[in-house]
């Protein structure tokens, strides 16, 4: 068995679908995500995620010290509509 170098350890970290993405259906309500996911549910770039919470399409999200989260059942919310 070959030991992975670090860069391509790295690169699969970077592009593997975070856990609360992939069963995002089955957290609960009062669950936070951060940011990689609010990008994936709403397929654009951090930039854009931004600019939708500064339009109002998506809620603000919850600092808890150097942590941003967002509300799963507010996302809900946000984007079914």
Same mark, same amino acid.
């Given at each position: 068995?070959?030991?992975?170098q670090p860069q391509e350890? %790295?690169?699969?970290s ?11 259906d089955?957290?609960p309500d009062?669950?936070n995500?951060r ?5 994936l %549910? ?9 600019r939708?919470i500064k339009?109002g ?14 509300n799963v059942?507010?996302l809900r919310?946000a984007?079914?509509?």
């Amino acid at each position: 068995m070959q030991k992975r170098q670090p860069q391509e350890a %790295l690169k699969d970290s970077r592009t593997a679908l975070p856990n609360t993405f992939t069963h995002f259906d089955t957290l609960p309500d009062a669950a936070n995500v951060r940011l990689p996911t609010v990008e994936l %549910l709403a397929g654009c770039s951090r930039a854009t995620v931004w600019r939708m919470i500064k339009d109002g399409r998506l809620p603000a999200p919850i600092r808890r010290g150097r942590i941003t989260a967002w509300n799963v059942g507010e996302l809900r919310q946000a984007l079914a509509k």
